[in-house]
């Protein structure tokens, strides 16, 4: 890490000199991206975005917390970005072979950690909508439940008063989005809000 920071200030920070002069004093990004942790989904480069473009919040299985009274990390990232940056844009990002979402499609043994089994449960109605569902293979049910991950997050996100307010004034657009790791391909939401297709330029 060290010396890839190195290499960042020797290489690349004189290449951008004009962009960080610029954004040492604006911070002005267009989008709110709220992906998952993993390490395999790095939002500015599946976007291809500069530094300043993305405000962006991680979590584990790209999960939003409904609103809620009382201090919480996320609640205070999407109402900055929204109201106080006034993001234009705000993607909900799942991903292929999402360990969260693995362990909730699987009922897999979270004894040993309770932190991520009291987080998950902000995914119980993503995982009832994918057992309304019907019977699937286990493969496919991770992948139903990514896609149903994404609808319920975005549910979750309307309910913060930043984002309803936002949506009332036609300032702000949702978007949905599952991105494929091994072939990287990615879809998105289409305008029901129901279904996915192919993510067109
Ligand atoms: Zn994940």
């Known amino acids: ?5 190195q290499r960042f200030s020797r290489d690349v920070f004189p290449a951008r000199a004009a962009l960080f002069e610029k954004l040492a004093t604006t911070h002005r990004p267009t989008a ?6 993993d390490a395999r989904v790095v939002p500015e480069l599946i976007t291809q975005t500069d530094p300043g473009e993305l405000f ?5 299985g790209n999960i939003v917390p409904p609103y809620a009274r009382g201090a919480d990390g996320v609640a205070a990232s999407v109402e900055y970005a929204v109201s106080a940056l006034g993001v234009s844009d705000v993607i ?5 072979a999402c360990g969260a979402m693995t362990a909730l499609a ?5 004894t040993g950690l309770p932190a991520v089994a009291g987080w998950l449960h902000h995914a119980d109605a993503s995982k009832a909508r994918t057992d309304a569902g019907g019977e699937l293979t286990r493969a496919d049910r991770v992948t139903a439940l990514v896609r149903d ?53």
């Open 106 to 110: 699987s009922d897999g043994d979270l």
């Open 92 to 96: 909900v990002c799942g991903h292929s």
């Open 149 to 201: 991950n994404v609808v319920a997050q975005l549910a979750n996100l309307r309910t913060h008063p930043s984002v309803a307010k936002a949506m009332a004034r036609n300032r702000v657009t949702l978007h949905g989005w599952v991105y494929d790791i091994g072939t990287g391909s990615a879809e998105m939401l289409d305008a029901t809000g129901e279904r996915f297709i192919a993510l067109a330029g």
């Open 56 to 60: 962006v919040i991680r979590t584990a």
């Open 32 to 37: 709110l991206f709220i992906g998952c942790s």
């Open 1 to 5: 890490m060290a010396q890839g920071f």
